[in-house]
């Protein structure tokens, strides 16, 4: 079971890992989980020793992606997260972007969904100057967190009384 941690402990326990550890980064809001995410994860954590998510803080979420998101709250979604066996730790954060957590991680991978394009993504400059390489993984087809809340909010009212 991973550790839910705030950027500051993060920085302590690093420094405890093995140094030949090799440690995957990625980020996001994880607001409904689902197949993509899971594929993504799993991928990432084979990359290395320890697989840290930066998740999105509920004020961050709202901000990225509107009113009435998040679904579900950060203590839950990272609770979720964590209890994943991929997961090492979970470190909420409250930015935008996720550049001062991977400041603060110093991961040797990044990895993101192949929907962006690294030379769109502000965190590649702070990876790559951090002697880490970015790593995209092919999107999950159908698997969308935002089309599951479309396919829901349009069948509500329907269904057995």
Request: with cysteine; glycine share 10%.
């Amino acid at each position: 079971m991973g550790l839910i941690v705030d950027r500051e402990a993060f920085g302590a326990l690093r420094d405890t890992l093995d140094e030949s550890a090799r440690i995957v980064f990625t980020n996001g809001c994880f607001d409904l989980l689902h197949l993509g995410h899971i594929s993504l994860l799993n991928f990432a954590r084979s990359l290395g020793d320890a697989l840290v998510i930066g998740l999105n803080s509920d004020a961050s979420v709202a901000a990225l992606k509107g009113p009435g998101r998040p679904l579900v709250p950060e203590e839950e979604r990272a609770a979720v997260l964590a209890a994943l066996p991929a997961v090492s730790f979970v470190i909420i954060f409250d930015e935008s972007d996720p550049v001062e957590t991977i400041k603060a991680v110093r991961p040797h991978v990044h990895v993101k969904g192949g929907d962006y394009r690294k030379e769109d993504m502000v965190e590649t400059a702070v990876v790559e100057a951090q002697g880490g390489e970015v790593v995209l993984y092919p999107l999950v087809s159908g698997s969308s967190t935002s089309r599951l809340i479309e396919i829901v909010r349009g069948q509500e009212g329907e269904g057995p009384e």
